[in-house]
Nanobody
Framework: VQLQASGGGLVQAGGSLRLSCAASGRYAMGWFRQAPGKEREFVAAISRHGDNIYYPDSMKGRFTISRDNAKNTMYLQMNSLKSEDTAVYYC???????????????????WGQGTLVTVSS
């Protein structure tokens, strides 16, 4: 399984960015992020067909996860970005097609290389 994250970059606070993750197959997938000196944090997950989506309470409102199965690509739309959103964002995939509550690193079987998002204040 290959996962390729892209779309990171430098954006001003209050701006928006859309990340993409191209996968070599169709899996339940999720986004995580890791800020410097901090542990990897769960952002959102989406089931294989997109019919189940899971966000932790801390991520609800500004972030939207979606997918285009025709392209085997998952997206993360990030709006109203803040400096604390600065992190490397990772996409991940899991063989089990169940995402509700799947917020731990060990819940995912495959990982992409990450894409850096820097939000300037």
């Amino acid at each position: 399984v290959q996962l390729q994250a892209s779309g990171g970059g430098l954006v001003q606070a209050g701006g928006s960015l859309r990340l993409s993750c191209a996968a070599s197959g169709r899996y339940a997938m999720g986004w995580f992020r890791q800020a410097p000196g901090k542990e990897r944090e769960f952002v959102a997950a989406i089931s294989r067909h997109g019919d189940n989506i899971y966000y932790p309470d801390s991520m609800k409102g500004r972030f939207t996860i979606s997918r285009d199965n025709a392209k085997n690509t998952m997206y993360l739309q990030m709006n109203s970005l803040k400096s604390e959103d600065t992190a490397v964002y990772y996409c991940a995939a899991r063989r089990l097609d169940y995402v509700l509550g799947s917020r731990l690193r060990n819940d995912y079987d495959y990982w992409g290389q990450g894409t850096l998002v820097t939000v300037s204040s």
